[in-house]
Nanobody
Framework: VQLRASGGGLVQAGGSLRLSCAASGRAFSGYVMAWFRQAPGKEREFVAAIRWNSGSTSIADSVKGRFTISRDNARNMVYLQMNSLNPEETAVYYC??????????????????WGQGTLLTVSS
């Protein structure tokens, strides 16, 4: 499995950005695709996840209503649309994947596949 995150950059507070994750290496039927982020000096934290088959999602409370996760099965792509960004959300954003469970897994340690990360900087 290979995951490649892209789309990070510099955005002003209140702005929007969309991250992309290109997935390859296998068929992802039955998988859960997720986004995590890690700010300097902090633990990696869950942001959002989506089931590849059904499209059902789980969104962290801290970003609910502002962030949306989606996928394009035909293109093997996962997206994270981020709106109303604030400086505290400056972090490296990672896409991750794991074989699906009945319950969304929020702990980064249980995801075996990771992309390289893409840096988002939100300026005040």
């Amino acid at each position: 499995v290979q995951l490649r995150a892209s789309g990070g950059g510099l955005v002003q507070a209140g702005g929007s950005l969309r991250l992309s994750c290109a997935a390859s290496g296998r068929a992802f039927s039955g998988y859960v695709m997720a986004w995590f982020r890690q700010a300097p000096g902090k633990e990696r934290e869950f942001v959002a996840a989506i089931r590849w088959n059904s499209g059902s999602t789980s969104i962290a409370d801290s970003v609910k209503g502002r962030f949306t996760i989606s996928r394009d099965n035909a293109r093997n792509m996962v997206y994270l649309q981020m709106n109303s960004l604030n400086p505290e959300e400056t972090a490296v954003y990672y896409c991750a994947a794991r074989s699906g469970d009945s319950v969304f897994q929020l702990a980064h340690r249980v995801y075996p596949y990771w992309g390289q990360g893409t840096l988002l900087t939100v300026s005040s």
